[in-house]
């Protein structure tokens, strides 16, 4: 992971970065390396945001298992809910299943715009400079299949490993497990005897990226490296993709003031279409 923190220049010795928690292990076992780096760097200071999507019987064992893990780790901790920032829950929003269908989206799709907003106003509300959420190799793979599966050229070009500096508002994220395999991040959770949540979302079924996921393994046992393969290739082409990603330019969103590309951003869209209106 040092190797990475290095080569995309992440952190900055005095940064004040926000670590997203969810309680998972790939998470905690982040947030147990970057506890151990700070007590190298004395100007640095490192906080924990977990978000509460609001998902009865799940979200709130991983609540207690991210609290519990600051708390050990002398690391200050603060929540977010769905229900306090957009005034609905991801269950309330899933309840109107039928609607989410025929619009085509998932709640996964749903949750992860949400997810993502709510980071980026907590890491920006706590002053972070950085925030670093604990995506893997496997996870950045994963993405690069659905994003191209999905025709998706300017994600694929711009979710990369440092997101660039793009409008003040936006927390710039860094992923310093991208080029860690998903197993050896468990490894390490496992190793230093550190608590997370192993029970799955009651949602993750619905997703996509689970297919994509065995596909992935499946091609990884047979052909060992593969993900890294996939990984550096879209590093290296990666320029191209972001001449043509330039086009679009960031504006703010017309209802609530966040960075988007389009008039009204996808938060708002899914709030008017699923939930509460901000
Ligand atoms: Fe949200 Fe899907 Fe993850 Fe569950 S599995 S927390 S619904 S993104």
Redesign the pocket.
């Known amino acids: 992971m040092k190797a990475t923190v290095s080569r995309y220049r992440m952190l900055a010795f005095d940064d004040k970065v926000a670590v997203a928690v969810s309680g998972g292990k790939d998470s905690v076992a982040m947030l147990h390396v970057l506890a151990r780096l700070e007590r190298k760097q004395p100007n640095a200071k490192l906080v924990a945001v977990t978000v509460d999507?609001g998902?009865a019987g799940y979200r709130d064992e991983a609540l207690a298992i991210a609290a519990e893990n600051a708390e050990k780790l002398g690391v200050p901790h603060s929540v977010v809910s769905f229900k306090e920032l957009f005034g609905v829950t991801?269950d309330e929003i899933v309840a109107r299943r039928k609607k989410i269908a025929s619009a085509g989206v998932t709640?996964?799709a749903v949750?992860?715009v949400l997810?993502r907003r709510a980071l980026n106003l907590a890491a920006r509300k706590l002053g972070a400079d950085k925030l670093v959420t604990a995506h893997t190799l496997d996870d950045e793979v994963q993405t690069v299949l659905l994003n191209i599966f999905h025709g998706d050229v300017w994600r694929l070009a711009k979710e990369k490993p440092f997101t660039d500096f793009v409008h003040e508002k936006f927390v710039r994220r860094i992923k310093p497990f991208c080029e860690v395999p998903e197993r050896e991040s468990a490894l390490y959770a496992l190793v230093r005897g550190v608590r997370f949540q192993s029970c799955r979302?009651p949602?993750?079924s619905e997703?996509l990226r689970n297919d994509v996921r065995g596909m992935l393994n499946r091609l990884e046992e047979k052909h060992a490296g593969i993900k890294f393969t996939i990984f550096s290739s879209i590093e290296r082409i990666r320029p191209a993709l972001e001449l043509t990603a330039k086009e679009e330019g960031l504006g703010e969103c017309r209802d609530c003031g966040e960075p988007s590309t389009m008039r009204v951003c996808r938060t708002c869209q899914l709030l008017k279409e699923f939930g509460k209106v901000q």
Do not use: D, P, Q, T
């Open positions: 999507e998902i991801l709640s996964c949750c992860g997810r979302c949602y993750a997703a």
